[in-house]
């Protein structure tokens, strides 16, 4: 099977810097993504990151480190519209196929 | 334009009565899932299909099924909703290679009367 462990909440404030991190444990690992999700939305992609390393995309970074089975999102100069919940996900291939697989989100806060 | 659509948006259906959600794409991505995701929870995933081939995730109850009759197109059933199906199903399209990066659509949300 799969897990993933993230924090269920943080808060932070505008303009600051946050990192969300995700544990996993997978068999037919390919890679860790994450993802956006504002209430009463669908899911948007936000990084993906297959190899170690940091991975940048604007204000939002990822990283992984495959030894370790950990990644963390970096979310810079914190806005309000960035207040959503954010997912790990895990893209594995096993017999059963292709799979993505999410952890339980972190709900991100931001205040003024 | 829209890439992943799903109709409809809202469904309410009986207790019992079996109803059908239906998702399409115009990626041309290999694999669509489809999940479900009760408030405040992550997404769950039911089962996907890499082209043609069905994967049912082991803890799928058997009151879903799923038909993909050709490329663009992904069917869920419910054949028998229950008070505790009601949730916001979500389709997503990938390609198998690449950055894999998963598209939604915007969701059905079912709730069951």
């Known amino acids: 099977g799969q897990s993933l462990e993230q924090p269920s909440e943080v808060t932070a404030v505008e303009g600051a810097i946050v990192q969300i991190n995700c544990t996993y444990q997978?068999?037919?690992?390919?890679?860790l993504s994450w993802y956006q999700q504002h209430d009463g939305g669908a899911p948007t992609f936000l990084s993906y990151?297959?190899?170690?390393g940091l991975e940048e995309t604007g204000r939002f970074s990822s990283f992984l480190s495959r030894s370790d089975s950990y990644g963390y999102l970096l979310l810079q100069e914190l806005q309000m519209k960035d207040s959503a919940s954010y997912f790990c996900?895990?893209?594995?291939?096993?017999?059963?196929?292709?799979?993505?697989?999410f952890g339980g989100g972190t709900r991100l806060m931001v205040k003024p | 334009d829209a890439m992943v659509i799903q109709n409809p948006r809202y469904q309410v259906t009986q207790f019992g009565k079996p109803v059908t959600l239906s998702c399409s794409q115009t990626?041309?991505?290999?694999?669509m899932y489809w999940y479900q995701q009760k408030s405040s929870q992550a997404p769950k995933l039911l089962f996907h299909?890499?082209?043609?081939?069905?994967?049912n995730e082991a803890d799928t109850p058997d009151n879903f099924q799923s038909r993909r009759p050709n490329t663009s197109f992904c069917f869920l059933d419910i054949r028998s909703p229950g008070l505790g199906d009601a949730a916001m199903y979500l389709c997503?399209?990938?390609?198998?290679?690449?950055?894999?990066?998963?598209?939604f659509g915007q969701g059905t949300r079912l709730t069951v009367v």
């Open positions: 990626l041309n991505h290999n694999v």
């Open positions: 990151n297959g190899l170690d």
């Open positions: 997978t068999s037919g690992f390919y890679g």
């Open positions: 997503a399209t990938s390609r198998l290679q690449g950055t894999t990066e998963a598209f």
């Open positions: 299909y890499y082209d043609k081939d069905f994967n």
């Open positions: 996900a895990v893209r594995a291939h096993n017999n059963a196929g292709n799979m993505l697989t």
